[in-house]
């Protein structure tokens, strides 16, 4: 491409003349000054007027115009977007002409409606235990109703646990008092005895000036001898009066020093009883009533299960959160199976103790101290009856279970197996089916306070996956699978 350059539109810049010179395009930033061009590399100086030369067109208005247009298109576009967008924020219902009533309203109520026919159905349905066997004294609402959080909606009444509670609290009250009336005595007889030994000292001293005077009196034969050894007498006395005195005082300092250290610890334990007793009525007992009831009327094993959680709520009533714990919150829990005979096994997380009932003074005496399971066992429980709804890993091992010639031992009743595997080792497995995914058994009060004893006696619980007792339940009567019993056929029950 060649530029050609038009001198007469320099003016005076360059001077007059009829050849032409061309450059390229490359050429085309060039420098005029005094009738000279520079160009990159070169040097022009002849250079003389000829044809003028195609003048380039400036870009920039057409693009300035295209970049406009295309603003403008987006900025239609947004707005029909927001308009499309904004007609899915209005709620439109339809409704017969013939069900609407149009009327004027100059002053009062707007009573017309339109009326609807349909079922209300609860939200969520909570089922509540009440504690340790209360009974409901006051419904504020009816089944169906829809309540707000924190409204009542029954109150619940345990005459029997509130009158045992407060004679308890008036028994401690009682001895509190005594002990503080004691104490009180004891510091009376402490001031009695001071008193007396400052009387004593002042006495005495009176009676050592008489002597004084009496053996001056004597020396001079002016106070009969009769009299001077009476009065003699009487110094002595009210001396060994004083020794016995004071060393009454110093005996009863060190005793009371003594009592006043027991009175205190008495009356802090006291104190400690009387909270632990008030506290204990906020306490949440969760039970299962009688776990392998269906076993009653054969005269089969069966028993009751306790869980024991510290109320987290601080208000007047519990609270769904405070029964909604984990098992590893739990403080306390046990079961009693009512067998050949009645045996209490329970664990405060210190350990598990077992007690058998002697029925002949009706009280339960330990009889399995410190119990602990055998990490490994010879027994399985199971009901393979449901061997087809299994999964594949479940009926591996009891296929492993099986050539190994374990014994199989399944009666039915939750507690029974599980005190059986607990004494004997073992492994129970109630795992999930086609038909019950969660299994059958409830979190709460059946898998975690099992699951509590098991970890204190040395062996393991799962859900098949996770530990029992760190799982968080969202119902009170939420159910999960169980492999639970001695720690090496748990871990090999989870391995398929």
């Not at 001077?228 to 007498?233: F, G």
């Not at 909270?275 to 009831?293: A, C, H, M, T, W």
């Not at 119990?371 to 027994?379: D, F, L, R, S, V």
Request: hydrophobic share 35%.
């Amino acid at each position: 491409m060649i530029f050609r350059w038009d001198p007469t539109d320099m003016g005076p810049f360059l001077p007059a003349s009829p050849s032409v010179n061309t450059c390229p395009a490359r050429h085309r930033s060039s420098l005029f000054m005094g009738g000279m061009m520079k160009l990159r590399g070169m040097e022009a100086t002849d250079l003389r007027p000829g044809p003028t030369m195609d003048r380039i067109i400036d870009p920039r208005p057409a693009r300035r115009k295209r970049l406009i247009a295309v603003g403008c298109a987006g900025g239609l576009l947004l707005l029909a977007a927001i308009v499309w967008g904004g007609s899915f924020t209005t709620s439109r219902v339809r409704v017969e002409a013939a069900k609407v009533t149009i009327g004027t309203v100059s002053q009062g109520l707007f009573k017309e409606f339109i009326p609807v026919t349909g079922t209300v159905q609860p939200i969520q349905t909570v089922f509540l235990d009440a504690l340790e066997g209360g009974t409901v004294k006051h419904r504020f609402v009816e089944d169906g109703t829809h309540v707000r959080a924190g409204e009542p909606i029954v109150e619940l009444s345990n005459p029997q646990l509130h009158m045992d509670a407060i004679n308890r609290e008036a028994q401690l009250l009682d001895q509190q008092n005594n002990l503080r009336n004691t104490r009180l005595a004891m510091d009376q007889q402490t001031t009695r005895l001071r008193d007396e030994l400052l009387n004593l000292d002042k006495e005495l001293k009176r009676l050592e000036r008489d002597q004084q005077v009496d053996d001056r009196l004597a020396k001079d034969s002016l106070l009969a001898r009769n009299t001077y050894m009476a009065n003699r007498e009487n110094l002595e006395y009210m001396r060994e009066k004083r020794k016995l005195v004071a060393a009454n005082v110093r005996s009863d300092s060190i005793f009371r020093q003594s009592q006043l250290g027991s009175i205190t610890n008495n009356l802090a334990l006291i104190d400690r009883n009387l909270r632990f007793l008030r506290e204990n009525l906020q306490n949440l007992v969760i039970k299962d009533p009688l776990d392998g009831s269906s076993n009653i009327d054969v005269n089969v094993s069966i028993g009751t299960i306790f869980s024991i959680y510290k109320r987290i709520s601080t208000g007047p009533k519990a609270t769904l959160e405070d029964f909604l714990q984990p098992g590893s919150a739990q403080v306390a829990a046990g079961y009693i199976v009512y067998g050949s005979s009645t045996m209490l096994v329970y664990s405060t997380g210190h350990g598990v103790n077992g007690f058998t009932l002697d029925s002949s003074i009706g009280t339960f005496c330990l009889s399995h101290p410190n119990m602990k399971t055998p990490a490994e066992g010879k027994i399985y429980s199971i009901n393979e009856g449901n061997w087809y709804a299994f999964s594949d890993g479940v009926r591996n091992y009891i296929d492993a279970c099986k050539q190994k010639k374990l014994s199989a031992r399944y009666i039915g009743s939750l507690v029974a197996d599980f005190h059986r595997n607990l004494l004997k080792g073992g492994v129970y497995l109630y795992p999930g089916t086609t038909s019950a995914p969660k299994g059958k058994l409830r979190l709460l009060y059946e898998a975690n306070p099992l699951a509590f004893l098991a970890e204190q006696a040395g062996g393991k619980a799962t859900d098949g996956t996770t530990r029992i007792l760190d799982l968080k339940p969202t119902e009170l009567h939420e159910r999960t699978p169980l492999y639970i019993g001695s720690r090496a056929m748990v871990d090999a029950a989870m391995r398929g």
